[in-house]
């Protein structure tokens, strides 16, 4: 039986960011994706992942500490990298950061805390994507240093999962090749013996 939700998902893809435009969605929708995107697996019900919104003003604000912050590391930088680093949250009007924030737990590993925020951040995506708006996540060099982390929201112990841009896009996202999926699965024959 066909099914819009399946063709849906394998329709889905990623829209450049330059090309995502204004409007941003309203806050009531962010309410929604926020919801659809915390109806993940979690285990022991921890939570173990947060939410951080960056629009307006902020964005610009971060760019300038994350220029200033590529400089206090690398030393003086061309203007085009100055730029591209003073752009990085402004090129779209809404940013979310899905943060992978875990609790101390002594039966749930912190690398599945982590994995629950990966889906977090693929339900936040396909809301944001059924709402008619584009998406696409990147991490990108300041979720690896401790002062870009810092910067940007997170605690210490707070990991960056991914940083999805969401706005208006007009265009149909560039499909790239998918993966031949009979090459990625196989039924269970026994131990692996290498």
């Given at each position: 039986?066909?099914?819009?939700?399946?063709?849906?998902?394998?329709?889905?893809?990623?829209?450049?960011?330059?090309?995502?435009?204004?409007?941003?969605?309203?806050?009531?929708?962010?309410?929604?994706?926020?919801?659809?995107?915390?109806?993940?697996?979690?285990?022991?019900?921890?939570?173990?992942?947060?939410?951080?919104?960056?629009?307006?003003?902020?964005?610009?604000?971060?760019g300038?500490?994350?220029?200033?912050?590529?400089?206090?590391?690398?030393?003086?930088?061309?203007?085009?990298?100055?730029?591209?680093e003073?752009?990085?949250?402004?090129?779209?009007?809404?940013?979310?950061?899905?943060?992978?924030?875990?609790?101390?737990?002594?039966?749930?590993?912190?690398?599945?805390?982590?994995?629950?925020?990966?889906m977090?951040?693929?339900?936040?995506?396909?809301?944001?994507?059924?709402?008619?708006?584009?998406?696409?996540?990147?991490?990108?060099?300041?979720?690896?240093v401790?002062?870009?982390?810092?910067?940007?929201?997170l605690?210490?112990?707070?990991?960056?999962?991914?940083?999805?841009?969401?706005?208006?896009?007009?265009g149909?996202?560039?499909?790239?090749?998918?993966?031949?999926?009979?090459?990625?699965?196989?039924?269970?024959?026994?131990?692996?013996?290498?």
């Open positions: 039986m066909p099914s819009p939700i399946i063709d849906f998902l394998l329709t889905r893809n990623s829209a450049p960011i330059p090309e995502l435009r204004a409007p941003a969605p309203s806050d009531s929708e962010i309410e929604t994706m926020l919801r659809a995107a915390t109806r993940v697996p979690d285990h022991g019900r921890l939570e173990p992942w947060r939410f951080i919104l960056y629009r307006g003003d902020a964005r610009i604000e971060i300038k500490k994350l220029a200033e912050l590529a400089e206090r590391r690398e030393g003086p930088l061309p203007d085009g990298r100055r730029n591209q003073l752009a990085r949250f402004s090129r779209a009007p809404l940013v979310i950061g899905v943060v992978s924030s875990p609790k101390e737990n002594p039966k749930i590993p912190q690398w599945e805390m982590f994995l629950s925020g990966g977090a951040a693929m339900n936040l995506m396909t809301a944001a994507n059924a709402l008619g708006y584009g998406t696409n996540m990147i991490t990108n060099w300041y979720s690896d401790e002062e870009g982390r810092a910067l940007l929201g605690a210490p112990h707070e990991r960056v999962v991914g940083f999805i841009h969401i706005g208006s896009y007009e149909t996202a560039p499909e790239r090749p998918r993966p031949d999926v009979a090459k990625l699965h196989s039924d269970y024959t026994g131990p692996w013996e290498g």
